[in-house]
C-alpha cells in the first residue's frame, strides 16, 4: 500500500468516527478537521491537501516558517490554512504572525507582544486563549484569570481573540470529557459579556485519542496528528 493510499484509508476512517460523534453532539456541523502535521515533511501536506484537507497545525515556529514559505510559492496551495498550536516564544512571533492562527496565546507579555509585531506589519492577527485545563506542568491561563485576559485583548486593536483552546489533562476519558465540558461553559460565560468585536465562536479542543468526546462537548475545531499522518518520523 502505498502512503497516499494508506492516509486515504486512515482518512476514511477518521472522517467516518467525525460524522458519528458529530451526531451526538449539540453543534449542527462537524468541526473544523486541523490536520496537525508536525514533524512531518511538506509531501505529507501535499498528500493530504489532494485527499481535501485545508487545515494544518504546526508546533514549532521556524519548521512552520520553512513550510509555510514552501507551500506559498506554489499557486495550488493558495487556499491552505496554517494554525500555529505550540507554545510561542516572544523572540518566534516574527515567523508566525499575519499566518496563522494562534492557538496557544496564554499571557499577557505575549499578548502585548503579538499586538506590537501585528502593529508593525498592519496585519489584524486572529488567535485562541489557550486555558490550562488542571495541569500544573501544561501552558494556559487559569480559569480564574481568563476574564482579565480577554479583556486585556479586547483592548488590542490589531488582535481579534476567535474563542478558545485546552488541551485535556491525564487521566483518562473522564477526565477529559469533563475538562471539555469545562471550557465550553467557560466560553458561554465569556460570550454573555459581550465584548465589542470577540464573539468567541471557537472551542478548538480534541485530539486523536479524545477528539470524539470533545465533539460532544461542542469543539468547533479539533486537532488530529498520528490518526491522519501516522506515527511521527524519527
Known amino acids: 500500500m502505498s502512503a497516499r493510499e494508506a492516509m486515504?484509508?486512515?482518512l476514511e476512517g477518521l472522517r467516518r468516527r467525525i460524522d458519528a460523534a458529530t451526531a451526538r453532539a449539540p453543534a449542527?456541523?462537524?468541526?473544523?478537521?486541523?490536520?496537525?502535521?508536525?514533524?512531518?515533511?511538506?509531501a505529507a501536506i501535499e498528500t493530504a491537501y489532494q485527499l481535501g484537507l485545508r487545515d494544518f497545525g504546526e508546533n514549532y515556529a521556524q519548521e512552520f516558517r520553512d513550510k509555510e514559505r514552501e507551500l506559498a510559492a506554489q499557486?495550488?496551495?493558495?487556499d491552505l490554512r496554517w494554525h500555529f498550536i505550540g507554545s510561542l516564544q516572544r523572540n518566534k512571533i516574527k515567523y508566525v504572525i499575519g499566518r496563522?492562527?494562534?492557538?496557544?496565546?496564554?499571557?499577557v507579555a505575549l499578548v502585548d507582544?503579538?499586538?506590537?509585531?501585528?502593529?508593525?506589519?498592519?496585519?489584524?492577527?486572529?488567535?485562541?486563549v489557550e486555558v490550562n485545563a488542571g495541569e500544573a506542568a501544561k501552558a494556559g491561563v487559569l480559569p480564574e484569570g481568563l476574564s482579565a485576559l480577554l479583556d486585556h485583548i479586547a483592548g488590542c486593536p490589531h488582535l481579534r481573540c476567535e474563542g478558545l483552546m485546552t488541551m485535556a489533562p491525564l487521566g483518562g476519558a473522564e477526565r477529559a470529557a469533563q475538562a471539555f465540558a469545562d471550557l465550553a461553559g467557560l466560553r458561554a460565560r465569556e460570550q454573555a459579556r459581550g465584548r465589542e468585536?470577540?464573539?468567541?465562536?471557537?472551542?478548538?479542543?480534541?485530539?486523536?485519542?479524545?477528539?470524539?468526546?470533545a465533539i460532544e462537548a461542542g469543539a468547533t475545531m479539533i486537532r488530529i496528528g498520528t490518526a491522519i499522518f501516522g506515527e511521527r518520523p524519527g
Open 8 to 10: 486515504a484509508q486512515r
Open 28 to 42: 449542527e456541523s462537524a468541526p473544523r478537521l486541523i490536520a496537525v502535521s508536525k514533524r512531518h515533511p511538506s
Open 75 to 78: 499557486p495550488s496551495y493558495a
Open 100 to 107: 496563522a492562527l494562534i492557538h496557544t496565546v496564554d499571557r
Open 113 to 128: 507582544a503579538l499586538e506590537s509585531k501585528a502593529a508593525d506589519a498592519g496585519c489584524l492577527q486572529s488567535l485562541l
Open 197 to 213: 468585536g470577540m464573539p468567541l465562536r471557537e472551542l478548538s479542543m480534541g485530539m486523536s485519542g479524545d477528539f470524539e468526546s
